[in-house]
């Protein structure tokens, strides 16, 4: 699913400062020092870290946010309650108050672009056989993956009618060199390995010319549960 400028965005040239949120995570934290020396920096999380520039703030506090967001190129919104056993209770302000949080403070800011982190979750209610393409119908297979798939309407509503550019991310099965994701059903076929997820961020980051996009995120593999046609394409 990728919808493409006529004309550049405003600012289309050199990539400025990038906001991390949910940097203390697992992938937030990675993702920091991978690219640390490539872009100006910016970290956000409700726990605290030790960062050069970093600006405390809970998803749900909006001035916080927008402090965040001030001067801000690129936002990479990681931050949520990433469990599958999360109740509605935490879901709620997290994964769906909050991420509307980060999108009308990166609007109101003048963000470029940003990069929301969704999930295989998004359409894991598929039978196990399928291979499934970004341009597949939403099937969440859980309520955290119901909550993905608001984050990535989210995205599209505030790029088509905000003038965000967003480029949302269906994340597989992450996990680091020599260790191997959780042995879930859901999770064969879907290995995604930190450094190739880091570099799919960084193209996501850097790619010009989109207005909005939804893109699977999984390392090469046969068999692969995520069609990465899409990917290659547009990310190269």
């Known amino acids: 699913m990728v919808f493409t400028l006529s004309t550049p965005l405003p600012g289309d040239a050199a990539v400025g400062r990038v906001l991390v949120t949910g940097a203390a995570g697992r992938i937030g934290s990675g993702f920091l020092r991978h690219v640390a020396g490539r872009y100006v ?7 605290p870290l030790e960062f050069s520039d970093y600006v405390p703030a809970d998803l749900g506090d909006t001035d916080a946010l927008a402090r965040a967001c001030a001067e801000v190129d690129t936002v990479v919104h990681l ?6 056993a999360a109740d509605w209770e935490s879901l709620l302000p997290n994964n769906i108050v909050g991420c509307r949080n980060v ?5 109101q800011a003048g963000v470029r672009r940003v990069v929301f982190a969704s999930s295989v979750h998004a359409v894991s209610g598929y039978p196990a056989g399928k291979q499934i393409s970004a341009d597949d119908p939403v099937n969440p297979g859980n309520l955290y993956g119901v909550t993905k798939v608001f984050g990535e309407a989210l995205g599209r509503y505030y790029a ?3 003038g965000l550019s967003v480029i949302a991310l269906r994340i ?12 879930l059903p859901y999770n064969e076929f879907l290995h995604l390995l930190e450094t190739d997820l ?3 961020m960084i193209r996501a980051i ?4 989109i207005r909005y996009a939804v893109v699977n995120a999984i390392s090469d593999q046969v068999g692969g549960r995520l069609d990465m ?3 290659r394409e547009l990310l190269g």
């Open 41 to 47: 920096l910016r970290a956000t999380d409700v726990r």
């Open 79 to 84: 931050g949520a309650d990433p469990s599958l």
């Open 103 to 107: 999108f009308e403070a990166a609007a």
């Open 160 to 162: 088509e009618q905000r």
């Open 172 to 183: 597989g099965a992450f996990h680091t060199a020599g260790t191997q994701p959780e042995p």
């Open 198 to 200: 880091y570099e799919i």
């Open 206 to 209: 850097e790619v010009r010319g």
């Open 229 to 231: 046609t899409a990917t």
